[in-house]
């Protein structure tokens, strides 16, 4: 009777082991399906309008027309690279919240060399010092919170956050000096100076930057020693002062660099896309990037396809709303948002299964297959709302690897060679 | 001047409110990054309630102070709770990582607030703003001490009792050393038979449902009913994060903290003869000091002025 009376849950938890190397992917396809069709019946509930013909409005948007296609694939560009900057500063679990305003510092200092320059140089000049500028500007956005990190451990997360309103409030001091009126005409200054030139049509170059700065980022993180290191202080900082890597230095490198990529995204802003300069012209790229990177995994490829993804939602909705003659622009970021819940969501299905109670039990009652029984009635006083939370312990595969180590599989012993 | 420092009081309440609900959540070992969405969610919720309750009526002139206060502050706790059970739904059960998580509430509730404020008519907000922007009638003639301790709305003095409330509650009562035990060490909190799962939602959803109060306050009180953009309510919701760490993860010293916030926050309309470029300069102070007081509470770095030991973990009985 008292054997009988200790229940077993409804379900355990337990972590999955090692999976076909589809599921996850799949699991994740499934994520994103049912995210975006919540988002559809969200946008079909406001516009009226069949979830199904939105879809189709969705892929028209994006894939619509040459141009459509192209807008597409600028967005995943300028998604990317600033995924691209935040990279390795989040492999080392630095949270650098402040991507967007150490874009919006590059963007600014893009226009300052213009605004003073622009009837002094030659127009191949005046760039170099525009992206000189740029990436300066960055750099030092980004390293300011890494030298306090490194030397005092000072929350960074906090600090870069504070750095993108500092920015903000910067941009809109040194535009109302230029403009006392409040009128923003800055643009005049690129009907002739500081345009990039255009390969071909205006787009295609900043894919160009958007690929090598990719592949370069890969080679930097995976082949190097400095990306075994960044690595290595993301694991672990006490390993890494053991094994001898000055982890202060390594912080403030990688900061540097994540900060000059994003003040070299701001340049690429100013010169090749939007030819101004507004305190909202990064449109919270730096936070959409964070999730796009984690969400990735931080591999470079992932990152494309999430990019691509997030591109696609923002045109996709747009189209829905000019097709359907509605304006409300914060339709997209609901739908986006809505997709994030359901990856957010749908990396516990991947780590961990769920394995229900089996329904036979009772019909057998001497057949004790699930192990926890032993553990239960240990517990059972303990924790009288058991059925919320006692996973199995003994269904966990012991030697089981932590997400953490499955995000970088390879790294550490590849740089551990080079050592 | 005393208009100055009551306008800055008086602005405090929508930090207090965001500070409070996040140590809250804080001190149950979960960081959320979501409030600025949260409190968009709760400015726009208020904004629901309040449009149901005047679309209910026949005329503008039928606005009565008790319903016009009470409907929309319901709404925005139910608003800002959805954001909160979301919030625990994937850190807690499904042990999402909770700065992404946090991040993508906070988008979520930025968007969605300004897509409801682009649909939602407006008639009578202002006259529901009247109602939140004032308590006790006819304080003028108190003075300056009136001025200074009469003159808000009920919003400023629910803030500053919650915060005591809060205060009280996390250091003299049994609930309060148990959140505490499951923010410092959940795995002994686990073993003495508290119940993880359940204060880590509580908290996390009362929490969400006082920082929600701080949007609405903004939105009704502060701006009178006309919306002061999500990227506004988005500020303040970052800068209560940063109030936490300044206040040490006492809901007590949120109250001062707030004030000095909201000295600065209202600096820039206080300096009536600078140019408006002077003015960004000063509107990047809160920030500015944040930053100074992060740095030095990180060099000083006292025993006692530490976060809970497990916050931003998620706990996982099997990983002990």
């Given at each position: 009777?008292?054997?009988?009376?200790?229940?077993?849950?409804?379900?355990?938890?337990?972590?999955?082991?090692?999976?076909?190397?589809?599921?996850?992917?799949?699991?994740?396809?499934?994520?994103?399906?049912?995210?975006?069709?919540?988002?559809?019946?969200?946008?079909?509930?406001?516009?009226?309008?069949?979830?199904?013909?939105?879809?189709?409005?969705?892929?028209?948007?994006?894939?619509?027309?040459?141009?459509?296609?192209?807008?597409?694939?600028?967005?995943?560009?300028?998604?990317?690279?600033?995924?691209?900057?935040?990279?390795?500063?989040?492999?080392?679990?630095?949270?650098?919240?402040?991507?967007?305003?150490?874009?919006?510092?590059?963007?600014?200092?893009?226009?300052?060399?213009?605004?003073?320059?622009?009837?002094?140089?030659?127009?191949?000049?005046?760039?170099?010092?525009?992206?000189?500028?740029?990436?300066?500007?960055?750099?030092?956005?980004?390293?300011?919170?890494?030298?306090?990190?490194?030397?005092?451990?000072?929350?960074?997360?906090?600090?870069?956050?504070?750095?993108?309103?500092?920015?903000?409030?910067?941009?809109?001091?040194?535009?109302?000096?230029?403009?006392?009126?409040?009128?923003?005409?800055f643009a005049k200054?690129?009907?002739?100076?500081?345009?990039?030139?255009?390969?071909?049509?205006?787009?295609?170059?900043?894919?160009?930057?958007?690929?090598?700065?990719?592949?370069?980022?890969?080679?930097?993180?995976?082949?190097?020693?400095?990306?075994?290191?960044?690595?290595?202080?993301?694991?672990?900082?006490?390993?890494?002062?053991?094994?001898?890597?000055?982890?202060?230095?390594?912080?403030?490198?990688?900061?540097?660099?994540?900060?000059?990529?994003?003040?070299?995204?701001?340049?690429?802003?100013?010169?090749?896309?939007?030819?101004?300069?507004?305190t909202t012209m990064v449109g919270g790229r730096g936070f959409t990037a964070i999730i796009v990177a984690w969400l990735a995994k931080f591999n470079p490829a992932y990152m494309a396809l999430a990019s691509l993804m997030v591109a696609f939602l923002s045109r996709g909705t747009s189209q829905i709303l000019s097709q359907t003659g509605i304006t409300n622009s914060a339709l997209p970021n609901i739908v986006t948002a809505l997709v994030f819940f359901f990856i957010i969501g749908c990396e516990f299905f991947i780590t961990y299964s769920i394995k229900f109670r089996k329904k036979n039990k009772d019909a057998t009652p001497a057949n004790e297959p699930p192990a926890p029984e032993t553990s239960e009635p240990a517990k059972e006083p303990s924790s009288?709302?058991?059925?919320?939370?006692?996973?199995?312990?003994?269904?966990?595969?012991?030697?089981?690897?932590?997400?953490?180590?499955?995000?970088?599989?390879?790294?550490?012993?590849?740089?551990?060679?080079?050592? | 001047m005393i208009s100055f420092i009551a306008q800055s009081i008086r602005m405090s309440a929508a930090f207090l409110f965001g500070s409070t609900g996040e140590i809250i959540t804080e001190k149950a070992g979960h960081l959320n990054l979501g409030i600025p969405g949260v409190m968009c969610m709760g400015a726009i919720g208020g904004a629901i309630g309040a449009r149901l309750y005047v679309s209910s009526l026949a005329d503008l002139s039928q606005i009565s102070a008790f319903p016009a206060f009470v409907i929309p502050l319901l709404f925005c706790l139910i608003f800002a709770s959805l954001m909160g059970i979301l919030y625990s739904f994937l850190t807690v059960s499904l042990r999402a990582n909770q700065n992404i998580t946090g991040l993508a509430i906070s988008t979520f509730g930025a968007g969605f607030a300004t897509f409801v404020n682009n649909i939602i008519p407006k008639d009578g907000f202002k006259e529901i703003g009247y109602v939140y922007f004032k308590l006790f009638p006819s304080t003028e003639k108190l003075g300056g001490f009136g001025e200074l301790f009469l003159s808000y709305g009920a919003m400023v003095y629910l803030a500053i009792i919650i915060a005591i409330a809060a205060a009280l509650v996390l250091k003299k009562t049994r609930t309060g050393l148990h959140l505490r035990a499951v923010g410092e060490s959940p795995a002994t909190a686990d073993a003495t038979g508290i119940n993880i799962t359940g204060y880590r939602y509580t908290a996390t959803i009362v929490g969400s449902a006082i920082a929600g109060m701080g949007g609405l306050f903004y939105f009704f009180d502060m701006n009178g009913g006309s919306w002061p953009y999500s990227d506004a309510i988005s500020a303040l919701g970052w800068?209560?994060?940063?109030?936490?760490?300044?206040?040490?993860?006492?809901?007590?010293?949120?109250?001062?903290?707030?004030?000095?916030?909201?000295?600065?926050?209202?600096?820039?309309?206080?300096?009536?003869?600078?140019?408006?470029?002077?003015?960004?300069?000063?509107?990047?102070?809160?920030?500015v000091i944040t930053i100074a007081v992060l740095i030095v509470t990180s060099i000083v770095g006292s025993k006692k002025a530490q976060p809970p030991a497990s916050l931003g973990l998620n706990y996982f009985r099997e990983e002990r």
């Open positions: 009777m008292t054997k009988n009376s200790s229940r077993e849950p409804l379900f355990h938890i337990t972590k999955r082991g090692a999976t076909v190397w589809w599921k996850p992917l799949f699991i994740r396809a499934i994520a994103i399906v049912a995210g975006l069709f919540i988002g559809l019946c969200f946008a079909a509930a406001y516009t009226k309008v069949n979830p199904f013909k939105l879809l189709g409005y969705m892929f028209s948007g994006a894939f619509g027309t040459q141009k459509r296609i192209w807008n597409l694939l600028q967005d995943t560009a300028l998604l990317l690279m600033v995924s691209i900057a935040i990279v390795p500063a989040f492999k080392m679990k630095f949270w650098n919240i402040g991507a967007d305003g150490q874009t919006l510092v590059g963007c600014l200092a893009s226009a300052v060399a213009i605004y003073y320059l622009y009837d002094k140089l030659p127009t191949w000049a005046l760039l170099l010092v525009m992206l000189l500028f740029s990436l300066t500007a960055g750099m030092i956005w980004g390293v300011i919170p890494a030298i306090f990190k490194a030397k005092w451990n000072t929350n960074e997360t906090l600090f870069t956050l504070m750095m993108n309103y500092v920015a903000i409030q910067l941009v809109s001091f040194v535009l109302l000096k230029w403009f006392p009126s409040g009128q923003n005409d200054f690129f009907s002739r100076y500081g345009n990039m030139p255009k390969l071909g049509n205006p787009y295609v170059l900043i894919l160009i930057f958007a690929v090598v700065l990719t592949v370069t980022m890969h080679f930097y993180l995976s082949k190097t020693k400095h990306g075994f290191e960044v690595s290595l202080v993301g694991e672990s900082v006490n390993t890494s002062k053991y094994v001898g890597v000055n982890v202060k230095k390594v912080i403030i490198r990688t900061m540097i660099l994540s900060g000059a990529i994003c003040g070299f995204v701001g340049f690429a802003l100013v010169a090749a896309k939007d030819h101004a300069i507004t009288p709302s058991s059925e919320e939370e006692t996973p199995s312990l003994a269904e966990a595969p012991a030697e089981e690897r932590t997400p953490a180590e499955e995000a970088l599989p390879t790294e550490i012993t590849e740089g551990g060679e080079e050592k | 800068l209560s994060i940063a109030i936490v760490i300044f206040s040490i993860w006492r809901p007590d010293l949120c109250i001062l903290s707030s004030i000095i916030f909201g000295l600065l926050y209202r600096l820039q309309y206080f300096m009536a003869s600078a140019t408006l470029s002077q003015k960004t300069l000063i509107g990047m102070l809160p920030y």
